[in-house]
């Protein structure tokens, strides 16, 4: 089926260690999307990438990095640098000017 | 940039009770999408209606881009329509632009 898939669902880690999340789309989307989400609150923009090996940071990027090395991927990378990174993060695609679609979204719980 | 303001920002039913959700968006948009967030954290796409009105079940939304917002309206409410309901806004018509998402009403429907 197609669909947008991220990985891991669930992820705990100790401060000061990178973690990164994986999410892949199989819809040929051209447009991939990483979204933070804090308990409560609205979607805020991390990064997104309109076509391969290029992306635009977006509302809140310090602290994250992004690669998009084929059309399918577009990894996130939580550094060290990210002060807070214990939230829920979800990736979407989309074609051109089209319905944005989204994964079922990654907890990462940082100790 | 654009604004999205939704209204109320909660709301809680009676299970059968209906209910209409407001988005309001602060410059011309050529699409606008509504989500359910579920209690899981899943994001649904429930319409993509840049104008005029479309139905889906008990749901239905409508979009009147010249006065610049949308109602989704909620007939018969069960206790799975609790939730977030995000509206969302892109303000280009261009592959990869960055869509702007209202902060959410959080429906609560009691048994």
């Known amino acids: 089926d197609g669909g947008i898939t991220q990985s891991p669902k669930y992820l705990f880690r100790k401060e000061g260690q990178n973690v990164t999340l994986s999410c892949e789309q199989n819809?040929?989307?051209?447009?991939m999307y990483w979204y933070r989400q804090d308990p409560g609150q609205g979607l805020r923009l991390i990064y997104y990438?309109?076509?391969?090996?290029?992306?635009q940071k977006g509302d809140i990027a310090e602290g994250y990095s992004v690669s998009r090395e084929k059309k399918e991927s577009f990894p996130l990378t939580v550094t060290s640098a990210q002060k807070n990174p214990t939230a829920f993060y979800l990736c979407a695609s989309r074609r051109g000017p089209g319905e944005l679609f989204f994964g079922e979204g990654s907890r990462l719980t940082v100790l | 940039g654009i604004q999205v303001e939704q209204s109320p920002p909660d709301l809680i039913l009676q299970e059968g009770a209906n209910s209409t959700l407001r988005c309001n968006f602060s410059d011309s948009v050529n699409n606008l999408q509504w989500f359910h967030q579920n209690p899981w954290g899943q994001l649904i796409n429930l319409f993509y209606i840049p104008s005029g009105t479309k139905q889906n079940g008990r749901l239905s939304a409508t979009t009147v881009a010249t006065e610049r917002y949308s109602l989704l309206y909620i007939s018969s409410s069960q206790t799975t329509d609790s939730g977030v309901y995000f509206c969302?806004?892109?303000?280009?018509?261009?592959?990869?632009?960055?869509?702007?998402f209202g902060e959410g009403t959080q429906l609560t429907v009691n048994p």
């Open positions: 990438s309109q076509i391969v090996n290029d992306f």
């Open positions: 969302a806004v892109p303000p280009e018509e261009t592959s990869g632009s960055r869509l702007t």
């Open positions: 819809l040929n989307h051209d447009a």
